[in-house]
């Protein structure tokens, strides 16, 4: 629990600051109310709390809907759109600048554009363009783009007033995707979060760009800071990696600092605190849970305490808003509404989808990622929709604005304004039904019978007790997944869908029943599990179980939290393959447990090496596959137990080196280790052919990058490259691509697969499939040739043990000599 003396000149003491939180009600300050001004200037309106609380057409009228009042194509960016004076301001790319424009409030005309910086491309599951919200005020447009320059734009003209740049001018540290905090104003000071190592904020002059102080001995990233009221004075509340700083505006004294324990991509790095009644912040402070942070007056000190943490608000980047003792947010991908007092859930529910959120007047306003705008009442009792309006046809992550009547949205290459109208006819969405097929199949025929039946559950009690397994297969490609049971809310998720994704089911009238039915390849093998009632749970009715090692709850992509239970399926054409059989193998290689002192290193390298049969009783030279993260492919892929099959069969009889050395930082010295210590040592122990064709470098998902760089270095030791689904993000993109156009050798033997459903996020601008086939082309027209390609399969061993026998095939077919 942290302490921290009070330092606060305007106030008169602790007595007094008391009698004004009990004044004011709550030590918060609300957003724009009836009679002020309705602006919405920044990230989450005038204060940051995402909330205007006066009186609209919402509550005026007993009905009311949504109205397209205009669209504007623009470039790609992760910016909400700041309004004022008549201007709705958002930044974006066009793929040559990021660019800062303004929008006529009125008709949506375009009335100036100003060139910040050059494009900034994304990266790392990141989308193109500028991450923060402007800023307006004085007069003046404030914008920061991810590379850190930062400006001051006249708001009518357009025309530059002043550009600093945060990483030379300021000595701050750019985060990974770029910065991404979103500027505030208060007591005449434009304040940032900019994570330098002296300060972590600091307050500029709006008229000249002079940084007047800084403060803060802390880090940040994408957190932005919002407006408190402390003891009767409103101050900036801003959330760093370690803290919450209380600051006074005008001079950057820190009122006071709390330590808030926060970690996680989605809790820590983009934490931005919300009042929550009097002296309490509701915080989604780490990806798999939130609390509440008490602060406590003592004396001349203040201290903090979590009163709960709770699991029921996680993993999500939108930033919740609080009402009348209840927190609304989304958890993971479903709108959620929080007891403040307890931190347990009064409701979760699936629709509208996942998204962002502001309240006004009493309602939540989504917008979704799949472009849908939302009203929905702001109520502990239930989910409530009062009206609904497709916006987008591309994905949408900012948070709404609100101001006048209108909501100003923006999705990755538009922004629009969408009036609240009242008198409406109400506008609901759809009940997400999905296709049942093909028309003529059983089981669409099944759904036809069922719809005319009176006894309808009495039909599809008969269906499912005539079923031999699930999920229903048909040989036209269609497959249906069925639940029959307890549960209200249902859907699928797994390989077809993506990482932190699901299919909604859909329920048959009068039954227990629910479905969902995708029509996919005649050979492919997938992983799912259905999420009941928000919980995953394997299919009750399939016995084919997995693990899947790169999941976890919520569908969240890891590899190191605990393996996810799954079930599987594979269509007609596809085959298991016969080594993978539970059988006896009559010549059984051996494995050897080693342990190397590497000098260039300085540690100890242990690695086994999986010796075939035979292998001591003849003079044969056997080629070498060197496994790079070989453990994981020992203890998950049961490769040892695969090779005892394959060998002497249909691959040739092979020496497989299972490196359990995780390697990461620079290639070179992981490479000296392997070609001047650990091959050397193998060389002398073991019958091996000494030549690059002889040799293999073999990496699977994350080492697949590996078994690459290092093969495509040194030619003239390693001759063959076998990887499954290679993890090829942004970060080493570049270093494979000049590997490939720098090579100059006669190409390797190259076996490279991914799969159609690998790893991915549509809405997160990553997909491991793509972008190894984009990787594969890239090699293709260098002249290499590579063998495998995509698969109709997933991502993890239960999808690549499937195809070691074509791996290694590819690099020591039967038939090769040494």
């Known amino acids: ?6 330092k606060d000149t305007r106030t008169m003491g602790l007595a007094l600051g ?21 602006d919405w200037p920044g990230f989450r309106g005038p204060t940051g709390d995402g909330t205007y609380v006066g009186k609209t057409k919402l509550t005026e009228s007993d009905h009311c809907g949504l109205k397209l009042g205009w669209l504007q194509k623009i470039g790609s960016g992760y910016s909400g759109v700041a309004v004022a004076d008549g201007c709705a301001v958002t930044m974006f790319s066009d793929g040559t600048n990021d660019l800062v424009a303004a929008f006529d409030t009125e008709t949506g005309k375009e009335k100036w554009r100003y060139v910040l910086a050059e494009f900034y491309k994304g990266h790392d599951g990141s989308h193109d363009g500028p991450i923060t919200t402007p800023l307006i005020a004085t007069g003046k447009v404030f914008a920061l783009d991810p590379r850190g320059n930062f400006a001051a734009i006249d708001l009518k003209t357009g025309k530059e007033v002043w550009k600093t740049n945060l990483v030379e001018d300021h000595q701050c540290a750019k985060p990974h995707y770029g910065f991404g905090t979103s500027p505030i104003f208060l007591n005449g000071v434009v304040v940032l979060e900019m994570n330098s190592e002296k300060a972590a904020v600091a307050g500029f002059d709006p008229n000249t760009g002079e940084k007047l102080w800084s403060t803060g001995e802390d880090g940040c990233n994408y957190q932005s800071p919002i407006q408190y009221v402390w003891n009767g004075a409103t101050r900036i509340l801003a959330t760093c990696n370690k803290s919450i700083y209380a600051i006074d505006a005008a001079n950057g004294d820190i009122i006071w600092q709390q330590d808030h324990a926060g970690e996680g991509a989605r809790g820590l790095m983009s934490l931005t605190p919300v009042p929550a009644g009097v002296d309490r912040f509701f915080l989604a402070y780490k990806d798999e849970s939130s609390s509440l942070m008490q602060l406590i007056r003592e004396e001349q000190k203040v201290s903090s305490k979590h009163v709960w943490e709770d699991r029921s608000i996680r993993n999500s980047y939108n930033v919740p808003v609080y009402l009348d003792g209840h927190v609304y947010a989304f958890s993971s991908r479903f709108l959620t509404c929080v007891d403040i007092e307890t931190g347990k859930p009064k409701w979760k529910s699936r629709q509208p989808g996942d998204g962002f959120l502001i309240l006004v007047d009493g309602h939540l306003v989504i917008i979704t990622k799949e472009g849908s705008m939302h009203i929905v009442k702001a109520t502990p009792e239930k989910y409530e929709e009062v009206a609904s309006l497709p916006v987008f046809e591309n994905l949408a992550w900012a948070h709404p604005s609100y101001s006048n009547g209108s909501i100003y949205v923006r999705s990755l290459d538009a922004i629009a304004r969408v009036d609240i109208v009242p008198n409406a006819a109400t506008s609901l969405g759809s009940d997400m039904k999905t ?8 089981f669409h025929a099944f759904l036809e019978e069922v719809n005319a039946a009176d006894n309808k559950q009495a039909v599809v009690d008969k269906f499912i007790a005539a079923q031999k397994e699930f999920p229903i297969v048909e040989d036209s490609g269609w497959v249906h997944f069925v639940y029959k049971g307890e549960g209200q809310d249902l859907a699928v998720a797994g390989d077809l869908f993506g990482a932190r994704q699901e299919s909604p089911m859909t329920r048959l009238a009068d039954t227990d029943m629910f479905y969902r039915s995708v029509q996919i390849e005649p050979d492919a093998r997938l992983n799912y599990l259905f999420m009941r009632d928000y919980e995953e749970i394997t299919d009750p009715r399939n016995e084919r179980k997995t693990v899947c090692r790169m999941l976890t709850k919520d569908m969240e992509m890891s590899f190191s939290g605990d393996p996810l239970e799954m079930s599987w399926f594979s269509m007609p054409k596809w085959k298991a393959p016969a080594y993978l059989a539970d059988t006896e193998v009559a010549h059984k290689g051996r494995i050897d447990t080693k342990e190397l002192d590497s000098k260039i290193l300085e540690t100890k390298v242990a690695f086994d090496v999986y010796v075939p049969y035979g292998h001591d009783t003849n003079d044969t030279r056997y080629p070498v596959a060197y496994i790079h993260a070989g453990q994981a492919a020992m203890e998950h892929g049961k490769l040892p137990q695969s090779l005892d099959h394959l060998c002497g069969t249909s691959i040739r009889p092979t020496i497989a080196v299972f490196i359990k050395y995780m390697h990461r930082g620079p290639m070179e010295p992981y490479s000296d280790m392997l070609i001047k210590e650990l091959i050397p040592l193998i060389d002398e122990t073991y019958h091996t052919e ?5 040799r293999a470098s073999v990496g699977i998902g994350f080492a697949g990058v590996t078994a690459i760089s290092w093969a495509l270095r040194n030619p003239d030791v390693v001759g063959n490259v076998a990887t499954q689904s290679p993890f090829i993000f942004d970060g080493v993109k570049g270093t494979l691509n000049q590997l490939v156009e720098d090579h ?12 159609k459903y690998d790893f991915r996020n549509p809405h997160e601008a990553w997909d491991i499939g793509a972008e190894a086939a984009k ?4 090699m293709r027209k260098k002249g290499f040739k590579i063998q495998g390609g995509e698969v109709h399969d997933g991502t993890g061993w239960s999808s690549w043990v499937n195809r070691y026998d074509a791996m290694f095939n590819a690099i020591f077919p039967k038939d090769s000599t040494g």
């Open 775 to 778: 990787f594969a082309g890239t």
């Open 435 to 442: 296709a049942a097929g093909d028309t003529k199949s059983k």
């Open 1 to 6: 629990m942290a302490l921290l003396k009070i």
């Open 18 to 38: 008391l009698l004004m939180s009990c004044v004011f009600g709550a030590t918060f300050v609300t957003a724009v109310r009836a009679g002020e001004n309705h």
């Open 690 to 694: 000494k030549s690059p064709k002889a």
């Open 744 to 755: 100059k050798a006669a190409p390797p033997v190259i076996y490279m697969e991914w799969g």
